[in-house]
Structures are given as C-alpha cells and as structure tokens.
C-alpha cells in the first residue's frame, strides 16, 4: 500500500495544525542502505513547506553499518528507528538493536524503538487464524498488550546494559510507561511517547462502521487502559505526544478488513494533533499549558537533537511561533482539513481551541484559517541529544 500524502500535502496540514517541524522515517527499501534511505527522503523532502529532520533506520546488522550510523550523524541525523515486529520487513534482531546503540552512544546519538515482541504477535495471529478471527474486531488481539510490555523490558535491558538512551515510539498502556519510567529512576535514559488516538479512543472504535479506520499498531486498548494512561500522561510520566501520523484512504483499508495481517496501518493525525490534545486535555482535563507545550514541543525538539533551534522561543532560535485561541469552538470535518485522505479518526468532534496565526522561519505562512504564504521548508540537521 502506497501513503496518500507526500512532503507538500504533509506539511502543509501540519502548518494549518500548528506543527511547524515534522520528523519522519528514512526507512529502506529492499536492497537500500540506511543512508541511501535518508539521502533519497531528503531530497523528496525538498518540496516540503514546514521543516523536516529525519531518523535513520537500521533493519540489519553487517560490517558496514557503523560507519554507515558516522555518515548519518555526520549528515544531521541522530536518531535511528528500530522495530521489534514486521518480520521480514524491517524487524531488527535483538543483537541488531544492542550493537546500534553501542555505536549510536558513541556519537551522542539514540534508538527509537517500536517497541512489539513479534514471536507473541505470531502466535496470537496464528490462533486467531485457526479461529477465523482476524476481521477489524480482534485487531486488539491480533497485537496483545503481551506483546508490547514484553518488548519494552526487553529493549531497556540492553539499553540498560550498554548504558545508552532509548526511546519509545508510540506507548499504549501505563504499564509500559511506567517500566520506562522505572528504568529512569535507575539512571536508564529512557523516554515515553504518546499519541492522541491512545488516549482519546478505545477498542470500542474497531467494532464501528469503518473501524477499520482505527486500525494501528500497537491497536488502541481498552477503556480502563487507556484512562490509566491518560493519567500518566497527566502526572507527567509520558515525555512527548506525537502525532505518528500515516495517511491512507479508507478504501485501501476496507479492502482488507477481513484479514488486519494484510491492512496498512496508521492514522491520519498531523494536523489534528495539537487542537484535539488541547481541547481534551488543557480544557477537558485541566492539564497545565505549560506541560502542553513540554510534551508536544520542547521535549520533542530535545529528543530529536533540535533543542535550542526549536522548541523554544529565545534569542537565536528559530522564529517558529503559533499564535493560539483557547477559547474557539469548532467542529472537526474531513472536508475542512489538509491531510491528503478521505477520512478523519475525529469526524464530527467538538473542539475547543485551535491555531489563529501560525509563523515559520519568521514568516506568517497561516493567518485566520488561510495559508498566507508557501515556503520552502528547511532540511534540519539534528545534533547530539543533550539529555
């Protein structure tokens, strides 16, 4: 399956969301090294109106990787994604992920890790497979809780043991953020990530019309662990909100509503990312601006190695500044956003508050709900991580 944005349409929608920086993947195709990945996202990434900053990816060890991590950090990218699931795909082997963040380590550079132990998803879809049961409705089951804890304890042992940082992309109940949490209480660097779709939604959503809409992985969990992981995120035990934002059209997920082993994953959610968090969490749940701010901007600009040049309003900074109403009522509507989709996870949402004005690099590019101006995004250059 093929996304149905690209770099202008993306950024674009993040612009109109009051998102002025994105970071994406540079992930490898078949036969690609990670650094041919990140040099052919770069110069795609051209077209892109907000900035963009990249991860790496590494899916398999050889001789080669090492030298290979120098020339990424050399090039502006500090971070590497690993996944722990998608045999065949991109899995990285447990050695694999151990020896990039001994290298990593070197440079001042850090892991992020999806974070699903494959061989306890295989089961559980093996057994639903026996079953007749993996239709959109036992997607929960398909991707166990099991499954991501397992991996979480498992990636912060090594870290532990190389005594590199790591970070979580995407955690989905307490109990994994809190083993996060735990691991820094004993000097671990260890980071907790979080996105709108796992703390607004629960499985319910996968029984739906269109429940295949909400299909991501790991899958939103059921109601009491989602309410237990909204209140980590409110006791400040989560670091940043991310969108994880991927853009596909509701017909390439019908089609494979029968079998969720076969359906793209991911939600559409970069321009719906700061309004919806703002609305359900500063005004619904009383979180303090200033935490809003922390999870969504500077603690995402310090962990991709962008800190001070975002994330902060100060001399020497990126003039990057979202001008914001707290108090404007709106409803969400596919028709009235950006995103290069036909559907929306929050069709129909009442909203309070949303970006007025929106200033990138200094320049107004959205002004009362209309894009001003169209310029051309920085490619930024990520340094060490400075936590």
Not at 114 to 140: G, K, M
Not at 220 to 226: A, F, G, L
Not at 324 to 336: F, N, Q
Request: proline share 6%.
């Amino acid at each position: 399956f093929t996304a149905g944005d690209d770099y202008a349409s993306a950024t674009v929608a993040a612009l109109f969301g009051g998102t002025t920086s994105i970071v994406d993947f540079a992930i490898p195709e078949p036969g690609q090294t990670p650094v041919e990945a990140a040099t052919v996202r770069r110069r795609l990434a051209r077209a892109a109106a907000a900035d963009v900053a990249f991860h790496g990816c590494v899916v398999t060890w050889d001789a080669t990787v090492p030298s290979q991590l120098a020339e990424l950090m050399e090039a502006g990218i500090s971070t590497v994604k690993m996944f722990t699931t998608y045999r065949d795909i991109v899995l990285a082997e447990s050695d694999t992920i151990r020896r990039v963040m001994q290298e990593l380590k070197r440079f001042g550079g850090m892991v992020y890790v999806h974070a699903e132990s494959n061989h306890l998803i295989e089961a559980s879809q093996e057994w639903l497979a026996e079953a007749e049961a993996l239709d959109v409705t036992h997607h929960p089951q398909s991707r166990p809780v099991i499954a991501e804890d397992d991996a979480v304890s498992t990636v912060l042992a090594t870290a532990e043991m190389v005594k590199a940082p790591v970070y979580f992309a995407h955690q989905t109940t307490r109990s994994a953020v809190e083993l996060t949490a735990a691991a820094r209480r004993r000097g671990v660097r260890a980071f907790s990530e979080t996105c709108p779709h796992y703390i607004l939604f629960d499985e319910s959503v996968y029984g739906r019309e269109g429940g295949e809409g909400y299909v991501c992985c790991p899958p939103v969990r059921s109601r009491p662990m989602v309410d237990a992981l909204v209140g980590a995120v409110l006791s400040g035990m989560v670091d940043t909100l991310a969108s994880d934002h991927c853009c596909f059209q509701m017909t390439q997920k019908h089609s494979a509503r029968h079998d969720v082993r076969f359906m793209p994953y991911g939600l559409p959610g970069v321009e719906t990312r700061m309004p919806v968090l703002f609305s359900e969490l500063v005004v619904g749940r009383g979180l303090p601006i200033h935490d809003f701010v922390r999870m969504t901007a500077t603690n995402p600009a310090r962990l991709n190695g962008l800190f001070p040049q975002k994330g902060v309003i100060a001399p020497g900074s990126d003039a990057d500044i979202v001008v914001w109403d707290p108090h404007a009522k709106w409803t969400v509507h596919t028709t009235g956003l950006h995103q290069a989709t036909d559907y929306t996870p929050y069709e129909g949402w009442e909203v309070t508050g949303r970006p007025v004005m929106v200033i990138a690099g200094g320049e107004i590019v959205i002004d009362d709900g209309k894009e001003v101006t169209r310029r051309q995004g920085q490619i930024l250059g990520a340094g060490p991580i400075g936590v």
